[in-house]
């Protein structure tokens, strides 16, 4: 055997794998749903489809993690039911208070905030966080049928440490899971 076809075989199987790890990322997971549901949610992104994300957006990026969408000073990846932000650490949104009125944006319109706490410890970046429920977000999962309630963490996460937090570089969305 010589080693060209014994190389062509691992840069097939390496090939084979990583289209299954996409395929599996962006299909078959909570979320995935082919027809855009008729309900009341009035959303800018959080609950959306990507379906419904692809008709206000374009057509999303397929990537590893999910499906992303680009914007000026920050990206958004849909993944599963979550939407993660990469904020630009230069851009309009790395401040605390910029990145937390972007993400009122793409929550659904009845969204009501619950509480803010922040931790961390010395030695790591720090982390905010925020609490939003929405009764329209609680809705559209039992309409889709996912074991996930109206709630939605919304973690920050900075490039600095406890002294000097520096800019918001992450936020995760996620919609709260009903325990089984």
């Not at 709630?151 to 995760?172: F, H, K, M, Q, W």
């Amino acid at each position: 055997m010589g080693i060209h076809r014994v190389f062509g075989g691992v840069v097939a199987l390496v090939t084979a794998v990583l289209w299954a790890s996409a395929v599996a990322a962006q299909g078959g997971a909570a979320c995935a749903v082919e027809a855009i549901p008729e309900d009341e949610l009035a959303s800018a992104a959080v609950g959306l489809t990507r379906q419904e994300l692809d008709a206000l957006y374009g057509p999303g990026i397929a990537a590893q993690t999910g499906w992303l969408y680009q914007f000026a000073g920050f990206e958004m990846t849909l993944a599963n039911c979550d939407l993660i932000l990469a904020i630009d650490a230069e851009g309009e949104f790395a401040d605390f208070e910029s990145a937390r009125e972007l993400v009122r944006t793409l929550l659904p319109e009845d969204a009501v905030h619950a509480g803010t706490w922040g931790f961390g410890t010395l030695q790591s970046a720090p982390q905010d966080a925020d609490e939003w429920v929405s009764g329209q977000l609680a809705a559209r999962y039992r309409l889709l049928g996912e074991p996930r309630t109206g709630s939605v963490l919304v973690l920050y996460t900075y490039d600095g440490d406890a002294y000097d937090p520096g800019s918001v570089i992450r936020v995760e969305i996620r919609p709260a899971v009903i325990p089984r």
